[in-house]
């Protein structure tokens, strides 16, 4: 399913913090949001899952804008994970990713056993499937983090959204967490701080700074030395293909300069 961000401005608090965020991802497509803390990567994704209304500019999922849906049909075709979640804390695992069925059923309908179904293979896929009887108020961030994943994937939208999905994993469990994702065949939006995983699963990565988009295209071409040195403020080594990124500080002279200094702008190769 396809999605088209064009020209989103959000403004909270009084302070603009999209400015004109446009891009369009394609079904199928994994696509990361990269950028330091308050470029606007969150803010961005909560226009495509309504939790924020644009001050200005459209999001529409396969034609429609978002804003025009109702919340049922909205969750049918968006399926959000979030990086601090509003766990249902008096749940248990199961009783929490079945939750992700709710969209699919009209008001106090029934489970079915292809809703049970659905949702014992989201927890084989997230290996949760232990922790079924668990309350989730006993599980460790990690642990709660894949169950809130394996509610996304039971929910079956065509379009995933991931925010800060590693958020508390360990690398191994990173690196599990984006490859599922990756073998879904699902319209994927992701916003990562990580950029060796958006690197590694992503199409295509989408840059950030101050609220703006200043590139947008494959990692290797976009992830430059420059452009994260400048994005970011830090020496970076880039190494092989995918690329793998190693870094080091800035000197603090160098540091304070690029914190005055506006990422490059740099041409996106997505037409």
Do not use: W
Request: glycine residues 8%; proline residues 6%; contains cysteine.
């Amino acid at each position: 399913m396809r999605v088209e961000i064009d020209g989103v401005c959000v403004t909270l608090g009084g302070r603009e913090v999209v400015s004109g965020a446009s891009l369009v991802v394609e079904p199928g497509e994994v696509v990361g949001l990269v950028g330091p803390n308050g470029s606007g990567k969150s803010s961005l994704l909560r226009t495509l899952y309504r939790a924020v209304r644009p001050s200005s500019g459209t999001v529409r999922v396969d034609g429609d804008d978002v804003l025009a849906l109702g919340p049922r049909e909205a969750a049918r075709r968006v399926a959000v994970m979030l990086q601090d979640p509003r766990t249902e804390f008096d749940l248990d695992v199961h009783e929490t990713v079945l939750l992700g069925r709710g969209p699919h059923h009209a008001s106090f309908g029934r489970d079915t056993a292809e809703d049970l179904a659905i949702v014992d293979e989201a927890m084989r896929r997230t290996e949760v499937d232990d922790l079924a009887d668990r309350m989730v108020a006993t599980l460790s961030g990690g642990q709660r983090q894949r169950v809130m994943l394996a509610r996304a994937l039971a929910q079956r939208s065509p379009v995933l959204v991931l925010d800060e999905p590693s958020n508390h994993l360990d690398v191994s469990h990173q690196h599990d967490l984006m490859s599922t994702v990756r073998g879904l065949g699902r319209t994927v939006i992701a916003a990562l701080h990580d950029l060796n995983l958006a690197a590694q699963y992503c199409d295509r990565v989408v840059v950030l700074a101050d609220g703006r988009v200043v590139a947008d295209g494959p990692p290797g071409v976009v992830l430059t030395p420059d452009l994260v040195r400048a994005t970011f403020a830090v020496d970076v080594r880039v190494l092989g293909d995918p690329p793998v990124f190693a870094f080091r500080p800035l000197p603090r002279a160098t540091a304070r300069t690029s914190d005055r200094t506006t990422a490059p702008r740099a041409e996106s190769t997505h037409p």
